[in-house]
């Protein structure tokens, strides 16, 4: 039995991100290979972050609020797939959506779930679902997750534009069935581009920040990834490690000076 996480920054559980998750629950099968669970992040008590860096420089559990975040992210931990899904709410995630993402900052330095695929969906009335889907995935691959796809629904087409609806149920096909395969597959896969490219980003920014973050480097070392070449033993395409090698290598500049995060 496969686990799947929906994380949702919907206030609406009936509303239309829901609905469109549900979308594409429904090409998941068979149903009984699969078991779902929804987090509803508006029926958890989750702080906004005061900014005192405590879960960045010790850990999680450092964290001056003693609430819901904590356990959340152990769930997702134990997923083996996850839905992160968010209406557009003026022109960006939700805010109890961002209260979390904030609070959860401390894994995009240590990431924890490693090779979990995942998909962001986001619905908006015009404009912005997109850019919000995006913005969930990069958040979500910097924690580890393996990326399989955006689902980003405008409301007010979908209502009034038959082409365009037709174009959101083949989007939905699409994703559900790659996601689907991917759960499947497991956590383990060889990494797609983006996942090595995060893998490669953060890794280097343990390794140059270490007297500064010595927690991130430690986590990093311990873990066997301070010199290894991704989180676990797979087949990385000489392109990919090519290109990245390059790429790192312009950004070390940036990642040294602070400015790029
Ligand atoms: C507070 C608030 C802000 C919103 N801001 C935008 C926006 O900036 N752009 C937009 O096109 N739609 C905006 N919408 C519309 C929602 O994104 C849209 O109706 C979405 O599908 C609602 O999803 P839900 O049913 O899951 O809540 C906003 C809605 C609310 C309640």
Known sequence: MKKIIVLSGSAR????TM????AIQKKFEPSDQFEWEHIYLYDYNIKG????KACIIKDG???????DVLGIMEKLKSADGIIFASPVYSRAVTGQLKNFIDRTNYALHRPSLIGIPSISVSTTDIGMAKKVANYLTVIASS???RNEGVLAVRMGSLNNNPKYRKKVERDIDKIGEKFRVSVLEGKKQN?????LLRFNFWRTRAVISREKYPNDYN??????WADSEYYY????KFVHSMVIKLLIRKLEGKIREGVLY
């Open 13 to 16: 559980k009936k509303g239309n």
């Open 19 to 22: 609905k469109s998750v549900e």
């Open 49 to 52: 972050c005061i900014g005192c």
């Open 61 to 67: 559990n450092a964290c001056p609020f003693k609430d």
């Open 143 to 145: 924690m580890g997750t």
């Open 191 to 195: 990494p797609t581009f983006e996942q």
């Open 219 to 224: 986590y990093w070392n311990e873990n066997g």
């Open 233 to 236: 033993d797979a087949k990385i």
